[in-house]
């Protein structure tokens, strides 16, 4: 009499990226409509979404210019995770556990990566992202695991007046990551990993991010394993309490789910 619908696991997108760059205030401003005031996480969390009507998405496609029925707008949850340093494993393992995940958004802030430091701690814990996500794609046997995973890095904070534009932060990243990529391959030479008649030789490229030997590593290298990265701007807080600038992000978002 009664059809009981099959449980359906949600998309999920997951939130990962350093410490005070945005992420939980993201998170409340995309199921609530409004940010509130955060403090640093010390555990995942998560919420259910529903991308706004506004949004275009990927369903829309198939979808006449005629049809003036209501949109269903799609639902996902977003996965937040810690940003401090001790915590990241919540994230790395997240990306490996969880399942139906869709995309990931890094957050950061756009004034803080101008300084020295702060960018090379992003550089690091993107490198490591992109890299895991690399190695699902090269180590998956089935073709649930190696599904498309784009990632968004949100350039978060372009209210402030020293906020670095979307475009600059991209170059500096990719130049970064250059680096961490050479001193993580010397790493690798030093200890002996991937030496000549090593078992399991190879691995020394698997442990690469992106293409094996180029001298400069590029987003786009990341295509190879169906891994599409984007940098957006934006600002979760706006100027004078107004409400932040997020469209730019819900259109990744719309895209994905
Ligand atoms: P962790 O939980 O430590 O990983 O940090 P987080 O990424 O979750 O950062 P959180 O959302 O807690 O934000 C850190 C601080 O940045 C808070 O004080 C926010 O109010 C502030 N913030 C977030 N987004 C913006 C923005 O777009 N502009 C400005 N000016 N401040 C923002
Ligand atoms: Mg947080």
Redesign the pocket.
Known sequence: LYKTQAPRVLPTIL?V????????????LFATGH?S??????SPQSAICQTPSSTSTSSDRYRSENDTSARDQPTFTLL?????GK?RHHALSSLNSTSALKGLIF?L?SAAVSSAANLTEAAEYLHDILLLLQKRHTGAKTSKNAQPIPVLIAA?????FTSLPAGLIKQRLEAEITKVRATRSKGLMDSGVGMEGDVGGGSEDAEWLGEFGSAAFGFEQMRECDVEVSVVG?????EGGKG?KVEGWWEWVGGVV
């Open positions: 939130l990226g350093p410490s005070g760059g945005g992420k939980t205030s993201l998170l409340t940010p005031q955060t403090q640093t996480s010390q937040d995770t810690p940003g401090h915590l957050v802030d978060n904070k372009q209210d402030v934006g600002n979760v807080r706006g932040g």
